[in-house]
């Protein structure tokens, strides 16, 4: 039997971090995401992950910057609108950990990335859901995916950082 698990975007986020001006790093998260796990074993050693990002919902909590990472000098959000993760191999490596290979395309460009992934358990809602949480982290060079913007400033340092932390926490309801 397959199960399907949803995201529950009410109890999940999305957030990225990145080096600015070497001295700090800008932290935000993506408002509109949704993921879909299918697998045949409720272990979910088998997991097949497809997850779709809309660009132009990244949040900084500065309008400036965020009309400016969505423009094409960044994400293209207009061109490109979806950042989408497919998973092609979800490895147990330890009790509830995991490292899921897959492609990640951000605008037109498709890499391979490895998450460490944890899986944090399952609980039955007060409502009678099956859920099931996840955390999954990764880090990837802005530059691999052609988002190669940035400024030179007066102490010979970037003002942009090229390392991308990204970090998923999220719940999933079992819809079968």
Do not use: C
């Not at 492609?103 to 992934?117: D, F, H, R, Y």
């Amino acid at each position: 039997m397959e199960y399907i698990w949803k995201l529950d975007p009410l109890h999940s986020n999305l957030t990225f971090a990145v080096p600015h001006m070497v001295i700090a790093e800008v932290v935000g998260f993506m408002q509109d995401f949704d993921v879909t796990i299918r697998t045949t074993h409720l272990d979910f050693s088998d997991a097949k992950i497809v997850a779709e990002i809309k660009a132009n919902s990244l949040y900084t909590n500065n309008t400036q910057r965020d009309q400016h990472l969505v423009s094409p000098d960044f994400l293209d959000a207009e061109k490109f609108p979806i950042i989408r993760f497919i998973s092609i191999d979800f490895k147990k490596v330890a009790d509830r950990k995991f490292q899921v290979t897959g492609n990640l395309t951000i605008k037109g460009k498709t890499l391979p990335v490895i998450l460490e992934a944890e899986y944090t358990g399952q609980a039955r809602d007060p409502w009678g859901n099956v859920k099931a949480g996840f955390k999954a982290k990764t880090l990837i060079r802005r530059t691999s995916f052609g988002l190669t913007w940035n400024q030179l400033l007066d102490n010979g340092a970037w003002l942009v950082g090229n390392e991308i932390k990204l970090n998923f926490q999220g719940e999933f309801i079992r819809s079968n």
